[in-house]
């Protein structure tokens, strides 16, 4: 086995660099003709959702997937029947002229790994239940009872890994938040270095039989939960002199736009770190819609980037950041009206080049104008400041919609009731008039050294931090540092501005720039602008959609929704969309959808409710991780769920009209 990089041993950190992009240099493994890791590009991944045993359809399915970009292509082995029938996928696929590496995914069944080793190039295994059970029971271990575990799961796991290294095959030992052991849930709790432990039991005792072929993941649905757990995995893995690839990929992220965002928020604050050499993007849609999701995040950060790769070499000791970044904490802030403090983030539009003498176009904003009653209906996802610019609106804004001017404008302003200036930077110290109550000031992340000059005179004024383009999470990630250094508890709006992009980009960019900051704590606002070829509407879903992803402000049902696979019960896609029809308006509320018991009750994570597929036709029902009912008949299982909720008294009724 080829060694790229050698081992490092380091006080602190779990990145090359927190102030410029550079990858981390992880071991080359071998997968079939496409190696992962080390220098090697960042390869793209998903899973077939056919039956495994349908050998034609899941070639079929496999040739789209590669189509669409996929280099590995997964496919559910979930007992020794399906994990002997990969020859004849693998066979047929070699037959079309098809040499795609595939990988076996197995969970529980030992023997169903060791038939697909020998046949595919690849096999994941789950730690929390390839030998281990889950039954959320709450044991208690001596130090001796917890090692005899550990010397048990050996014996059974070793076996395996001697096929790999036999054979040549690859495996991933992919950790997931919700079905870790009640083993390690007993002994390191539901957390992210619970993860992490998991995991590294497995790497130990692959590294005792001297196989070395392995790449990690550390799976959630919460995103936060998810970047802690890989950046506390290469931190262990450093300390103990390991660089194995990482696989990235936020578990469960659900479909369309509330999918494609959680997945670059998670994925996205990891690339931006330099971690990560191979994605698989989780949505509940068909897999063929992944892999160009997963290409268009490594590309971000691949190609121009990608010449800046080295090895571990980082002096930063993140034990003395003023923040955790295992660990989420909001950064303190003053509050100043409704910003900052223990406010959640606001969100902030540009709406200069909006039609002003027309109310109805703030109904892309979340203010639903009522002729009628001259009212505005407020949404869930109302933004919380508009930026005019020097653009005068003919009719009366919503009176809890705060208008920001430019200084100039501001001041000529007769009325100034719920309007607000905002001051350029290099123009501030001259400005004698000040609103009495917000001010907004723009700076730009690399003139925290003028900045530090004036902060005295700061009082009562939030930020606009402007973060431009493609510039990247560490060119802003400073400045808040420096600010929590100065202790100077100013709340700042993140501002990003995106150009010669598209709807799918925005998304993508937007959530990953905004998500890593946010996921650090740092942050009390996000202000996304972009050309005009791209919806009002859009920009404003993305915000909050990127609020929600990072769980720092909730302002819908949150859908936790596994991707299809082969062990699937039901129509996945069809049966999220009908839940979501009935449950959309349940603000704060989160949903698992999930197509069988592998991904559930586990895979639910947090969720508080869930919807499982347990056999043909039949579904469970949980509050929490609590079974309700149990194989419950389809058709009635969404007005059963309806019912739990409100027994629970957390059901609210639609209003029609």
């Known amino acids: 086995m080829q060694e790229v990089a050698k081992p490092y041993q380091l006080e602190g950190g779990y990145c090359n660099s927190l102030t410029t992009y550079s990858r981390f240099l992880t071991r080359e493994v071998t997968i079939g003709n496409i190696p992962m890791g080390g220098l090697n590009p960042i390869r793209i991944q998903s899973m077939t959702t056919t039956d495994t045993m349908d050998t034609i359809a899941t070639v079929e399915q496999t040739i789209r997937m590669v189509h669409s970009g996929c280099e590995y292509v997964r496919i559910t082995a979930p007992s020794i029947k399906e994990a002997e029938n990969l020859a004849n996928i693998k066979k047929e696929l070699r037959l079309r002229g098809y040499d795609v590496p595939l990988i076996a995914d197995i969970h529980f069944t030992p023997n169903a790994a060791e038939s697909a080793a020998r046949i595919v190039e690849k096999v994941r295994v789950n730690p929390g239940n390839y030998a281990d059970k889950k039954k959320f029971e709450n044991l208690e271990y001596t130090t001796d009872a917890y090692q005899a575990e550990l010397e048990r799961i050996y014996k059974k796991f070793t076996p395996l890994v001697k096929i790999c290294k036999e054979y040549g095959t690859a495996m991933r030992i992919g950790t997931n938040h919700g079905s870790l052991s009640d083993r390690i849930m007993s002994h390191y709790g539901d957390t992210p270095r619970g993860m992490v432990e998991s995991a590294m039991e497995f790497i130990r005792m692959c590294e005792d039989q001297n196989f070395y072929n392995l790449c990690i993941s550390m799976k959630a649905s919460n995103t936060q939960i998810m970047v802690q757990a890989y950046r506390l995995l290469v931190e262990t893995m450093v300390k103990e002199g390991m660089n194995y690839p990482l696989h990235l990929g936020v578990t469960e992220a659900g479909d369309g736009e509330d999918g494609r965002i959680k997945s670059a928020v998670g994925i996205g604050t990891l690339l931006a770190d330099g971690l990560g050499d191979t994605i698989r993007v989780s949505l509940t849609e068909d897999p063929e819609f992944e892999a160009p999701v997963a290409r268009a995040l490594a590309d971000r950060y691949e190609k121009p980037l990608r010449n800046n790769t080295k090895a571990f070499t980082s002096t930063l000791d993140a034990k003395n950041l003023p923040y955790s970044p295992y660990q989420y904490s909001r950064g303190i802030t003053k509050q100043i009206q409704q910003i900052g403090g223990n406010n959640p983030p606001v969100v902030m539009i540009d709406v200069s080049n909006q039609n002003l ?51 100039d404008t501001w001041l000529r302003l007769k009325d100034k009731h719920n309007c607000y200036p905002v001051f350029n930077f290099d123009s501030f110290s001259d400005r004698d008039i000040k609103d009495d109550t917000l001010n907004f000031l723009k700076i730009n992340a ?127 896609q069809e049966t999220t969309q009908y839940i979501r029809s009935k449950t959309d308006h349940l603000k704060g509320i989160k949903i698992a959808i999930m197509g069988c018991i592998v991904n559930g009750p586990g895979e ?51 209003v029609e009209g």
């Open 357 to 407: 003498k027309d109310p109805y176009f703030l109904s892309s904003i979340g203010y639903n104008y009522s002729a009628g009653l001259d009212k505005y209906n407020l949404t869930d996802q109302a933004c919380d400041l508009v930026y005019l610019g020097d653009k005068l609106p003919s009719f009366s804004f919503p009176g809890n919609l705060k208008q920001v001017y430019n200084y």
């Open 446 to 572: 690399n003139h925290f050294s003028a900045f530090v000059l004036i902060l005295p005179n700061l009082v009562n004024l939030p930020l606009v931090l402007i973060l431009e383009g493609n510039q990247g999470v560490q060119s802003i990630r400073p400045f808040f540092i420096e600010l929590a250094k100065n202790n100077a508890q100013i709340p700042v709006i993140i501002k990003n501005t995106y150009t010669n992009i598209d709807s799918d980009q925005l998304m993508l960019y937007a959530a990953s720039d905004m998500g890593a900051l946010l996921t650090d704590g740092f942050g009390d606002g996000v202000w996304i602008k972009a050309t005009e070829n791209i919806a009002l509407s859009l920009i404003n879903s993305t915000s909050f959609g990127i609020l929600q992803a990072t769980r720092t402000r909730i302002s819908k049902t949150e859908y936790i929704s596994c991707p299809s696979c082969g062990r699937t019960l039901f129509d996945l």
């Open 604 to 654: 639910m994570a947090d969720a508080d409710y869930g919807y499982v597929g347990t056999g043909p036709g039949k579904i469970t029902l949980y509050r929490g991780k609590e079974v309700v009912k149990k194989n419950v008949n389809t058709p009635s299982a969404l007005d059963e769920l309806i019912e739990i909720i409100r027994e629970d008294g957390n059901w609210v009724e639609t």
